[in-house]
């Protein structure tokens, strides 16, 4: 089955750039979501479509995607960015929504 | 202001059954497909089950399939997800979310589900 891989956790200085990676066979035609998540809260959209930010999403945040991995990138980073982030998509072989593993960010 | 409020978690014994709800406001309901999301205490996101605007498609996690059902009353504006054969493993937190044109757009604070073995 499908499976997305994201690395478990990574650090960084404000005002740094955060890269966050999520791997899959092959993206191919689907279309990847990001979410953040801070502790005791529901999760919030940041990137759809693979690059489209929501409304509200600050420009900090941008996404791409190229053969076998998507990418969410945070500039400018700040202590309000620290949260857990989750790669997402629609696989439809299966009819299934999947989600990454999660990536815990820290800002330093 | 789009609200999903979830209720029906609580503590159930291992092989029973539960049903959650969430009832919606501030949108359609009946023009957007809804599904069900899971967070294990400590855990990631993991998908249970989707339902289309009209209730004719639904769609399972392979861990939900023969055990759980999703189903929707768009007059009531109200989610539903009817559990049976539960496993420990089914304990977490249970979000009700809307599946807007471009994803997630709104997830409920989410209702806790505690399996004892």
């Known amino acids: 089955s499908y499976v997305l891989t994201q690395p478990p956790s990574m650090s960084v200085a404000p005002g740094k750039t955060a890269t966050i990676t999520c791997g899959g066979n092959n993206f191919g035609g689907k279309n990847v979501y990001w979410y953040k998540q801070k502790p005791g809260q529901a999760p919030v959209a940041v990137i759809h479509y693979q690059s489209d930010r929501p409304s509200g999403i600050p420009e900090r945040f941008s996404g791409s995607k190229s053969g076998n991995t998507a990418t969410l990138t945070i500039s400018r980073v700040e202590a309000g960015d620290e949260a857990d982030y989750y790669c997402q998509v629609w696989d439809s072989s299966i009819n299934q929504i999947l989600f990454g593993g999660g990536t815990k960010l820290t800002v330093l | 202001e789009v609200q999903l409020l979830e209720s029906g978690g609580g503590l159930v014994q291992s092989g029973g059954s539960l049903r959650l709800s969430c009832a919606a406001s501030g949108f359609t309901f009946s023009r957007y497909a809804m599904s069900w999301v899971r967070q294990a205490p400590g855990k990631g996101l993991e998908w249970v089950s989707a339902?289309?605007?009209?209730?004719?498609?639904?769609h399972y996690a392979d861990f939900a399939k023969g055990r759980f059902t999703i189903s929707r009353d768009n007059s009531k504006n109200t989610l539903y997800l009817q559990m049976n054969g539960l496993r420990a493993e089914d304990t977490a937190l249970y979000y009700c979310?809307?599946?807007?044109?471009?994803?997630?757009?709104?997830w409920g604070q989410g209702t806790l589900l505690t399996v004892s073995s």
């Open positions: 979310v809307k599946d807007g044109e471009l994803g997630f757009d709104y």
């Open positions: 339902i289309s605007e009209d209730a004719v498609s639904t």
